[in-house]
């Protein structure tokens, strides 16, 4: 079987990382993207690519066309999380945050579709997250990217499968990563008292990510998917009680979804 190349936007860290490695391991050819940081001692080659910046993908999708003539699978990962009451949430905030989750994946696909549409065949995969399924409060304009990801994904796997290119979104539950580490708390948050459990609401989450299942659970579902001719659009993974939450608000009153919500994250 021909080795297939697989394009991982922010593979320096994280689930894009673990992805990396496992396909790396796994006999695929992995390129995975940085924005920034040292690529020394990567088993796999990485490129430098800021999905924020359309120039800087085409050269990177342009670089591995040129070397192996082909893309098989790109993984859509590059992410980052801001946190605050949306209150204290500036335009150019908000805007980064679209900006790098949202539209960092819609440059991906636009620069890579002609390149799968030519081959008649190939896989999308998104990185989306729980968190586009049921919103987290003081997470609001995280999850607006991940609700965007996931319309997004969900049509153009209609636009695309007569192509024979596959799109599938993977949504994790709380991972063991650095965007822990990395989040950026909305810079009006620190002088806004007006939200007393926002605190306590954030320690929670941050706890829960760092209790949560290590990123290779995610690696190893994404290899799964890569072999399966025709796979579903969503797939969640992570903790038995957040993959089971998706189910619950789907058939539960949304009243009763908002109450459990509340008393988990302490906003009663």
Known sequence: METRNVLITGASSGIGRACGLYLHEHGFRVY?????????????????????????????????????????IVVNNAGIAIAGPLESTSISEAQHQLDIN??????????????MRRQRGGYIVSIGSIGGQIAIPY??????????????????????????????????????????????????????????????ALKRMEDDERNGPAPEGVARLLKRILNTPNPRLRYTVG??????????????????????????YGLE
């Not at 993207?33 to 120039?55: C, E, H, I, K, Y």
Request: charge should be positive.
């Open 102 to 115: 949202f539209f960092g994946a819609f440059r991906v696909c636009r620069a890579v579709l002609p390149v």
């Open 139 to 200: 997470q609001s304009l995280y999850s607006a990217s991940k609700f965007a990801l996931e319309g997004m994904m969900e049509a153009l796997r209609l636009e695309v499968r007569p192509f024979g290119v596959r799109v599938v979104l993977i949504e994790p539950g709380d991972t063991r990563t650095p965007i822990t580490l990395n989040r950026t708390k909305a810079a009006e948050a620190a002088t806004q008292n007006a939200y007393q459990s926002y605190s306590a």
């Open 239 to 264: 903790p038995a009680v957040q993959r089971a939450a998706v189910w619950l608000k789907r058939l539960l009153p949304n009243g009763l979804v908002e109450y459990g919500m509340r008393k988990y």
């Open 32 to 72: 995975g993207t940085s924005r920034r940081g040292s690529f020394d001692g990567n088993p796999f080659a990485m490129l430098q690519m800021d999905v924020s910046d359309d120039a800087s993908i085409q050269h990177g999708v342009d670089t591995i066309i040129k070397r192996d003539g082909r893309i098989d």
